[in-house]
């Protein structure tokens, strides 16, 4: 009995030959061959490269789009005021391309050449080309950035950090447009024609009233911030996708702040508006159209559509 009563023990302790996988661990999937796994029955006759082909050139989901860019706005959170900074001033001199490089192409055109005004728009993307690729702090495209870990969690720490990253970014951006100002007016380094070009642009946006200033900058602020959406899903074609809707801000005559400050600051510097009234009746509305665009409108869309997603 006590031999029989050992044998049964014996065979309750030691694992079964004829079902190893019941107590092995099975072999981790790996990350490919998850992706590569057929979706759909007209997938299954595809070889494995070509299943993997159909998976690289697949479009990212809304939600894919949506955890790209709030990882990336927790990271600009976290970075310190020093580095948000210069980063900021740095996109502020960077963006001051866009309008020496209309006053460039009015110079060489001629204010009277018939198709200026669309040949001149494309010079407003060259800034946002350098400030984007470079990864540089502009103000607008943070109304949608670091907004998205705000409505994924909000808390007090996060609206602190959201508050202390626009603060920053701005004053940053509106010194770096007004040191350009500066250097374009006084440094010597622009051609009078072109430097004439340029404040003739800038008177044209000095006559818009604070009310025409608003509403123009609701659609840049939105056009900034689906740009933006897109970005991680261009693959190879950022710089197209930056020239089409820079460009189109530029043409439909619509708002940026911080490229328009520079051309604001250019008229303070030459005397022909006073600074309380420049940030008061051209800079600030602009601001607030900006943030009701890209903020106000498409940051809570985009959490919307993935909310219940997530």
Same mark, same amino acid.
């Given at each position: 009995?006590?031999? +029989?009563?050992?044998?049964?023990?014996?065979?309750?302790? *030691?694992?079964?030959?004829?079902?190893?996988?019941?107590?092995?661990?099975?072999?981790? !999937?790996?990350?490919?061959?998850?992706?590569?796994?057929?979706?759909?029955?007209?997938?299954?006759?595809?070889?494995?490269?070509?299943?993997?082909?159909?998976?690289?050139?697949?479009?990212?989901?809304?939600?894919?789009?949506?955890?790209?860019?709030?990882?990336?706005?927790?990271?600009?959170?976290?970075?310190?005021?020093?580095?948000?900074?210069?980063?900021?001033?740095?996109?502020?001199?960077?963006?001051?391309? %866009?309008?020496?490089?209309?006053?460039?192409?009015?110079? *060489?055109?001629?204010? +009277?050449?018939?198709?200026?005004?669309?040949?001149?728009?494309?010079?407003?993307?060259?800034?946002?080309?350098? !400030?984007?690729?470079?990864?540089?702090?502009?103000?607008?495209?943070?109304?949608?950035?670091?907004?998205?870990?705000?409505?994924?969690?909000? $808390?007090?720490?996060?609206?602190?950090?959201?508050?202390?990253?626009?603060?920053?970014?701005?004053?940053?951006?509106?010194?770096?447009?007004?040191?350009?100002?500066?250097? $374009?007016?006084?440094?010597?380094?622009?051609?009078? +024609?072109?430097?004439?070009?340029?404040?003739?642009?800038?008177?044209?946006?000095?006559?818009?009233?604070?009310?025409?200033?608003?509403?123009?900058?609701?659609?840049?602020?939105?056009?900034?911030?689906?740009?933006?959406?897109?970005?991680? $899903?261009?693959?190879? $074609?950022?710089?197209? !996708?930056?020239?089409?809707?820079?460009?189109?801000?530029?043409?439909?005559?619509?708002?940026?702040?911080?490229?328009? %400050?520079?051309?604001?600051?250019?008229?303070?510097?030459?005397? +022909?508006?006073?600074?309380?009234?420049?940030?008061?009746?051209?800079? %600030?509305?602009?601001?607030?159209?900006?943030?009701?665009?890209?903020?106000?409108?498409?940051?809570?869309?985009?959490?919307?559509?993935?909310?219940?997603?997530?």
């Amino acid at each position: 009995m006590k031999h +029989d009563e050992v044998d049964q023990s014996d065979a309750r302790t *030691k694992p079964s030959e004829s079902s190893p996988d019941q107590h092995e661990p099975r072999e981790p !999937v790996s990350e490919r061959e998850a992706r590569n796994r057929p979706q759909n029955p007209s997938e299954e006759s595809l070889t494995e490269g070509e299943r993997e082909a159909v998976t690289e050139h697949g479009s990212l989901s809304a939600l894919s789009v949506y955890a790209v860019i709030l990882r990336e706005g927790e990271g600009e959170l976290k970075r310190p005021v020093t580095s948000l900074w210069w980063s900021g001033v740095a996109a502020g001199v960077g963006i001051s391309t %866009s309008v020496l490089t209309e006053g460039i192409i009015q110079a *060489k055109l001629g204010a +009277d050449h018939p198709y200026l005004a669309l040949i001149q728009s494309l010079g407003y993307s060259f800034g946002f080309v350098l !400030v984007i690729l470079c990864r540089l702090q502009l103000f607008t495209e943070n109304t949608i950035t670091v907004v998205l870990p705000m409505l994924a969690q909000p $808390s007090r720490r996060r609206f602190y950090c959201t508050a202390r990253l626009w603060g920053v970014v701005l004053a940053a951006n509106l010194f770096g447009t007004f040191m350009t100002a500066a250097i $374009s007016l006084y440094g010597g380094v622009i051609p009078a +024609d072109t430097l004439g070009a340029v404040l003739e642009l800038s008177q044209h946006v000095a006559t818009l009233t604070p009310a025409e200033s608003f509403l123009r900058a609701i659609p840049a602020g939105f056009f900034i911030a689906a740009l933006v959406w897109m970005l991680p $899903s261009a693959k190879g $074609s950022e710089v197209l !996708v930056i020239v089409m809707f820079t460009w189109l801000i530029a043409v439909g005559g619509f708002t940026h702040v911080i490229a328009g %400050s520079n051309e604001i600051f250019l008229l303070v510097l030459n005397g +022909d508006m006073n600074m309380l009234t420049a940030l008061i009746y051209h800079i %600030s509305p602009v601001l607030i159209g900006n943030v009701l665009g890209g903020t106000g409108l498409f940051a809570m869309l985009a959490h919307g559509q993935v909310r219940e997603e997530m």
